[in-house]
């Protein structure tokens, strides 16, 4: 017997960043059929509103360090200013979305950083996914909305990297469905040249990818979302897409495609 379809989307980078694409992705979003999970994340909002209240986000390497006072503002930005107007634009586009955290329904579940060589604070790596309390609100024909926070079950929220918490849905739930996983942004895909836009690479296996990796080519942050994709590959997720937005309405777009 086959298994239901589902797809998994996740948004970052101009996408989110920028209100007019944003509202313009949701409209083509609202209109999927079938079983739809959307993931966000937020950085560039939380970080301006970390200005306006005065507080210097911290980041290494492309990576926020999250102590309590900007665990304090990327919980604000992400799971409510961010995460409540995605859900109510679904909405006035007729499309029943629920926004949540990972401590909604226990859905994800986290752990603290060990502290290695950088102290991340406050960030969180995902150690489980409740995929019965998704699969209920599927089932009752909701679309989860989910922002960039988890929770440690000890009433600890935690900074999750959203590109992770998309990954960790994927392959939880390719137990029960057939996923299809998309992180979408602003370039057509993964580019073997960053100053050309249209050197898009359509096709990455996970020998490609080391060749990719060892001769400089992918970079900075592909890397851990690349990472991510062939994690969710081995976990058993049916295919897995990196593309624009032009991609949710038509899937013959340049993009790219991962592959083991």
């Known amino acids: 017997m086959s298994k239901p379809k589902l797809h998994i989307i996740k948004i970052g980078g101009n996408v989110i960043d920028h209100e007019e694409n944003l509202s313009s992705f949701l409209v083509d979003f609202s209109k999927l059929e079938g079983l739809n999970i959307l993931v966000h994340g937020g950085g560039k909002k939380a970080t301006e509103i970390a200005k306006k209240l005065q507080l210097e986000p911290k980041m290494i390497g492309g990576r926020r360090i999250t102590d309590a006072d900007n665990l304090e503002v990327v919980t604000m930005v992400y799971a409510g200013l961010l995460n409540k107007n995605i859900v109510a634009n679904l909405q006035k586009n007729n499309c029943n979305a629920i926004g949540l955290s990972g401590a909604d329904g226990n859905a994800i579940k986290a752990n603290k950083r060990i502290v290695k060589e950088i102290d991340y604070g406050f960030a969180g790596d995902v150690d489980e ?3 019965n309390t998704i699969s209920v609100l599927l089932e009752n024909n909701l679309i ?14 935690l900074n999750t990297n959203a590109d992770t918490i998309a990954s960790e849905l994927a392959s939880g739930l390719a137990k029960k469905y057939e996923v299809s996983l998309t992180y979408i942004f602003e370039k057509k895909g993964v580019l073997e ?12 296996d996970s020998e490609m990818y080391e060749t990719l990796k060892n001769n400089n080519i992918i970079a900075a942050g592909m890397l851990p979302k690349l990472e991510n994709c062939f994690y969710a590959l081995s976990r058993g997720v049916a295919e897995i897409h990196i593309a624009n937005s032009d991609f949710i309405t038509n899937k013959n777009t340049q993009h790219t495609t991962l592959s083991l």
């Open 193 to 204: 040249s960053i100053d050309d836009e249209d050197s898009v690479i359509e096709s990455i």
């Open 144 to 157: 989860p909305v989910f922002c960039a926070i988890t929770h440690n079950k000890e009433g600890q929220l």
């Open 129 to 131: 996914v409740d995929t």
